[in-house]
């Protein structure tokens, strides 16, 4: 095991195989965390390659936005926050037409219930 948590790297990564597809869903995806850390640190993985390539984001919070809302939102926080700036747009372009947004006050219940129903469905 690497004594460093930075050194460490999942086997399938180290073998340059991608991991299966999967959904991300971030609570509180119109806070400060998601636009400094959490988007910046997706956008970079698809930079590298290293995402799923079947793979979405689902953003969850009480603010009212579109899809589209979120998503100039989230390259705007690229844009500011990552550390490789919006460095490629066709990588951004895919990526960002896998991000989601779901509008919702209770982390429990209604909200998780229809972002999981299915393929987010898509908004105005
Ligand atoms: N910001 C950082 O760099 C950072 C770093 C490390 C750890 N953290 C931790 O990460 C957590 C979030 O931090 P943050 O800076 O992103 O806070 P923030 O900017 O205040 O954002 C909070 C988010 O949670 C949502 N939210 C709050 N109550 C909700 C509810 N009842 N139902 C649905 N959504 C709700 C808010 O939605 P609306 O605003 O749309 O209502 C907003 O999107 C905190 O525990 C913080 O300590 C943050």
Known sequence: MA????????????????PHACVVVIFGASGDLTKRKLIPALYNLALEKRLPERFAVVGYARSDMTHEVFRDKMREAVEEFSRTGLKDKEVWERFASALYYERGEDCRA???????????????
């Open 110 to 124: 209604q909200a998780s219930a229809s972002a999981w129903s299915g393929r987010p469905r898509p908004r105005r």
């Open 3 to 18: 004594s460093d948590p930075h050194d460490y790297v999942p086997g399938v990564l180290r073998q340059g195989k991608r």
